[in-house]
Every structure is written in C-alpha cells, then in structure tokens.
C-alpha cells in the first residue's frame, strides 16, 4: 500500500507564500508521475503541476511563475512552493501519486488566500 500525507495548508494573505508538503511511504517501487491537484468549493478537482518520468513539469496556466514544484528523493517528499497567492487559489490542495496502473491521494490540505 502506498500513503501520502499532506501539510503546509494555512491561512495566508494575497501576496504571501506556502509551501506544501507531500510525504510519501509504503511500497513504492515506480513513480510513473506525481503532482498537485487542487479543488475550490463548487468546482472540480483541476491539476496544478505536474511531473513524470525524465523530469518532465507542467502547470496549469493560471499558476505559471507562480508556483513550483520539486521533490526530494532523500526524504521521500513532493513539494509546492506557492508565491504571490491570490484568492483564487484558495482550495484544498491534494497530492497524487501514480505508479503503474494504480493512483493513489493524499487527504488534502486546506489552503485560504483572504486579507
């Protein structure tokens, strides 16, 4: 079985920064791709950023030069670093993990961008 567990959620000001965090263990052998995804109330989940295999990153458009995402393999870790945050990316934010034909989630970290 394979676990994520989230943290870094908060409430932070427009303008501020977060960092997530997606701590993963168990029996994972190949990572064929992980990310962050995130959902707002009323709305569908939506991936925020995107890496697989080769190293291959993507964004979704509205958090280019925004945000980052990297992973420390030292530590079995995903990040998200977020800059500059806006209202609009208040949501909770989920990592996903996907390893052969199986996907597997975290339980989410709640992200509030308000003043």
């Known amino acids: 079985q394979v676990q994520l567990a989230e943290s870094g959620g908060g409430l932070v000001q427009p303008g501020g920064s977060l960092r997530l965090s997606c701590e993963t263990s168990?029996?994972?052998?190949?990572?064929?791709?992980m990310g962050w995804y995130r959902q707002a109330p009323g709305k569908q989940r939506e991936i925020v950023a995107g890496?697989?295999?080769?190293?291959?990153?993507r964004y979704v458009d509205s958090v280019k030069g925004r945000f980052t995402i990297s992973r420390d393999n030292t530590k079995n870790t995903l990040y998200l670093q977020m800059n500059n945050l806006k209202p609009e990316d208040t949501a909770v934010y989920y990592c996903?993990?996907?390893?052969?034909?199986?996907?597997?989630w975290g339980q989410g970290t709640q992200v509030i961008v308000s003043s």
């Open positions: 890496m697989v295999t080769g190293g291959i990153i």
């Open positions: 996903n993990l996907r390893q052969n034909d199986n996907e597997y």
């Open positions: 168990g029996r994972i052998f190949i990572i064929n791709g």
